[in-house]
Nanobody, 125 residues
């Protein structure tokens, strides 16, 4: 059974940085687009960013542009979300997910097939 294992979350002060990792097992990440979503307490899950295979195309929600960078290393079967200039409103559980197709970068959660377990990011002083 394919799995996505996330790591890198934690507590950080406003203005700080974190890098989330999403390691894939049982699937070839190169065959999938990778999406990042987040869910804050009491709110619906929100799409944050996505990237096609080999990093050829990336998209991000406006609120994180210039602060978050999505990348991937398909040789390591791992995707990353580098988050900088973090704000309290970035506090959420962050999920990575994969959508079939090398050229797919989707904002729709229902299109994603495999999901990580989520990692908590808390931005607070």
């Amino acid at each position: 059974q394919p799995q996505l294992v996330e790591s890198g979350g934690g507590l950080v002060q406003p203005g700080g940085s974190l890098r989330l990792s999403c390691a894939a097992a049982g699937l070839l990440l190169d065959e999938y687009g990778v999406g990042w979503f987040r869910q804050a307490p009491g709110k619906e899950r929100e799409w944050v960013s996505c990237q096609t295979s080999r990093g050829r195309l990336s998209e991000q929600i406006n609120s994180v542009k210039g602060r978050f960078t999505v990348s991937r290393d398909d040789t390591k079967n791992t995707a990353y979300l580098q988050m900088s200039s973090l704000k309290p409103e970035d506090t959420a559980v962050y999920f990575c997910a994969t959508v079939p197709g090398r050229t797919v970068c989707s904002r729709r959660s229902e299109e994603y097939r495999y999901w990580g377990q989520g990692t908590q990011v808390t931005v607070s002083s």
